[in-house]
């Protein structure tokens, strides 16, 4: 049913629904938009992008393309370029615009403004200034992933994208071994194969995993397992196509005892190198194949 007290001055548009569009009201409205399937739009984002006075834009060449597909036309108002490069320039315009009453909306490039996507600083500035600020929700990678993953999803952390580099990237997993949730990362796929191989080593073999991409698209893929299968099957398979969401359950609440670990290193070193029988004991007990990578080392060497 729709509210006929929320503010919103009705206009004579309809979309085939109950209820009219409504022109925003003065504010900031982050704008989520589709992330690969453009029928995933709300009607309700279709009402803000085609009415608020001012659109500001991640990448204004992908939002005309995805307005031209909307069939909203905006040329005498224009797109106004928001990104991580000119964002401290535009700041003051757009707080220009707000100051004076206008409706500002806000979308970055697919997906929910905000995560992963720039907008902070201006959400900060606005806030400060006194204006409102309102979210018209919609498509998001990270609740998507989590939804189909099959992992748990009451706690989740989402950190982004991990560095790039190899040491950083340990030391950020590192952080994050022991914490109690679902973790989500954003992650480019030429990148896959070195990311989840370093999770498998800090975080352990034995973690489950899911590897989510292309979502909502026509090669949507999920591919569920431990992080040592999905560190190995991306390993030889390659880089896959598209963006991606790497996601791992929580870590394995029951410890394992020392003398178990050393009793099978001990074993698994009469037939294996020291990397194999790391990675087959890591697996087993569900720890960081580096520490038990470390505690073989030291077996070996009495020997």
Not at 257 to 264: G, L, N, R
Request: glycine letters at 8%.
């Amino acid at each position: 049913m729709t509210n006929d007290d929320d503010g919103y001055p009705e206009t004579p548009h309809q979309r085939g629904v109950p209820g009219k569009p409504r022109r925003p009201e003065h504010g900031l409205h982050l704008v989520a938009t589709p992330i690969g399937n453009v029928r995933d739009i709300t009607l309700r984002a279709m009402d803000v992008l085609e009415q608020a006075d001012v659109l500001a834009a991640e990448d204004t060449r992908q939002t005309r393309k995805l307005l031209d597909i909307l069939g909203i036309r905006r040329e005498e108002r224009g797109i106004i370029p928001y990104h991580d490069h000119n964002g401290a320039a535009q700041r003051p315009r757009l707080l220009r615009e707000l100051a004076a009453g206008k409706s500002v909306a806000l979308v970055s490039d697919a997906g929910t403004p905000m995560v992963a996507d720039p907008g902070f600083g201006l959400v900060r500035e606005v806030i400060a200034a006194g204006h409102r600020v309102l979210a018209a929700p919609g498509a998001s990678a990270v609740l998507s992933a989590l939804c189909v993953s099959g992992l748990p999803t009451d706690r989740f952390l989402f950190n982004g994208f991990l560095p790039p580099k190899s040491v950083a990237r340990g030391k950020a997993l590192e952080a994050l071994k022991s914490v109690p949730a679902t973790l989500v990362f954003y992650e480019g796929p030429k990148r896959v194969s070195a990311c989840l191989a370093a999770m498998r080593d800090v975080l352990g073999g034995a973690r489950q995993a899911a590897v989510c991409r292309e979502l909502t698209k026509k090669f949507e893929e999920t591919r569920r397992g431990t992080l040592e299968e999905l560190a190995e099957w991306y390993s030889s398979e390659g880089a896959p196509k598209g963006e991606v969401v790497i996601l791992i359950g929580p870590p394995v609440e029951e410890e394992a005892d020392e003398k178990d670990v050393d009793a099978s290193l001990t074993k698994a070193l009469e037939t294996m190198s020291v990397k194999d029988a790391a990675g087959e004991v890591a697996l087993r007990f569900g720890m960081p194949r580096r520490e038990i990578y470390a505690r073989a080392l030291q077996l070996s060497k009495r020997e």
